[in-house]
Every structure is written in structure tokens, then in C-alpha cells.
């Protein structure tokens, strides 16, 4: 019996050591393998960022994360003595299914190539699309993340966006801001107009290159309306339209100029004799109104 034991004690210790050694290498591959893989991608991902666009590094980031992921899982399975060629064989049926079930997926994935080559806007920009507006938080592969101004969160597949008109709002460092003003018709036309001019020069958030802009546009029931348009650094635009508003009915009051209010003048052929009104007092009389006896006629 011991010699049978000093006998089996070898092979024993022999396989003992070769699975310590795969159990060495497999907690090394987790437990060194992933961190690195996750400290690398992100490093490259931020270079790129500084040096390119923050769209790019995230977008770089993330296939060099899945791709470290795949071969560390893949040298785990070599580890464990699984054979690879089956499993490949097998990963490459399913990809192809999955491919044919998923054809939405691939066009996602095209498009948000395009997006990223194409660059038509970037993380941090303000875009309407469609009827959403808001602040681009990420632009992966398959959709867009966007946080709109009330702080909802929005994901919009990529392919809606090649076949959706996209406007960037803040892709140029300066914005124009357009205000509708309405003047009574009995007020003077340069008056206004220079009265809106100094108050584009007094705040001072407007640029004054390029000039403001008071335009007379339409001529309405009610009065005359003007577009007064001053321009701003974008991240002023808001500031901008809170504050100048009020500042312009504040001026007005000041200088007496009348914002008209929605009515309809009557006149009876001229302009400068009052709508004639005739009051009649008079009652018809009650014997006339009577009818007639008819015992009489």
C-alpha cells in the first residue's frame, strides 16, 4: 500500500503542479489582464480626445476595451485546455446569424462610421433634431445619447439621423438673437430704432461686431413690427434673452413709446371725423301699434 502510494504520489504532484500553474496564469489573465486592458483603452482613449474629438477617443476606447476583453476570454478558454476551433467554428454560424437577424444593428453601426468621419457635430454641441433639442452627452456606434434642457434623456439611432434633418445649434462660436418688437403706429420710426441701437450697445454681453440689426418687417393691425437681432457668444445666447426683454419694456416706459395691444379702429369714410351716432328716444304710439277692432270694419 505505501509502495503503491510513493508510486502514485508523483503523477499526482505532477498534475497538481500543471493545474496550479493554469490557475496562476487564469488569475494573472483576470486579475492583471483586464485591468490593463481597461488602464490602456482609456489612456489611448484620452490622448485622442485631447488631440482629436472627444466622439473619436470614446468610440476608440470602447473597441479596444471588447477586443482586449474577447482575446483575455479567448487565452482563459486555451488555459482551461476548451479547443478553440470548434468554438470559433461555432461563434462564426451564430455571427452570421445574428447578423441576418440584427440587419438594423449593422446599418446603426454603418452610419455612426459616417457620423464620425463625416463630424457634423461632437460631444458637447447643442443639436435639434427633429423635435428634440439638447446637449450631445455621446455618440456611439449604434445611437446617439442626448440630455434635453428639461434634463430627460434621449437615444436616437444612428440611421434616423442620416435620414433626419440635424441642425447644430452651437457649432459656431457666435449666435444671432432675434427679438419681435411692436411699435404703435403713431410712434417715430427712427426713434425706436435708435432707442433699440443704445440699448444694444449698453449691454454688455452684445457684440458689437457684427452690428445689431432693427429691420422693419410687417406692418400688422395693431402696430409696426420690428426685428431687432443682436449677436453673442453662444454660451451667452440665454443670458442674452433673459435680461434683454425686460430691459427693452423698461425702456419704452421710459421714453413713452406705446406697445400696441390687439384692436380694431371703425371709421366712417375719413380718418379725421368720430363713427356718427344717432340716439332715437321716440316710441311709437300705442294706438297705432294696436291692431284694428275687427267689429268695426
Known sequence: MMLAALIEWPALREYALQNLETIIRVLILLFIGLPAVWFVSRT???ALERRTTAQAGMVVRKVMLYVGVLIIGLS????CGIPLTPLLGAAGIVGVAVGFASQ???????????LIAEKPFAVGDVVKIGPTTGLVL???LLSLKIRTFDNQYVRIPNEMLM??????ITRFPIRRVDFTISVAYREDLERVKSILLDLAKQ?????DEPDPLVLLTNYNNSGIDFLFAVWCVKSDFFEIRKTLIPSIKKRFDEEGVEIPFPHISLYAGSGTEALPIRLVNEEPALDSAMPADPSKT
Request: proline share 3%; no cysteine.
Open 104 to 114: 438594423t444593428s449593422v446599418s446603426n453601426i454603418i452610419s455612426g462610421l459616417f
Open 44 to 46: 489611448v482613449g484620452r
Open 203 to 207: 449691454h454688455p454681453q452684445v457684440l
Open 76 to 79: 482563459i478558454a486555451r488555459q
Open 163 to 168: 435620414k433626419t434633418e440635424v441642425t447644430n
Open 138 to 140: 455621446s455618440i456611439d
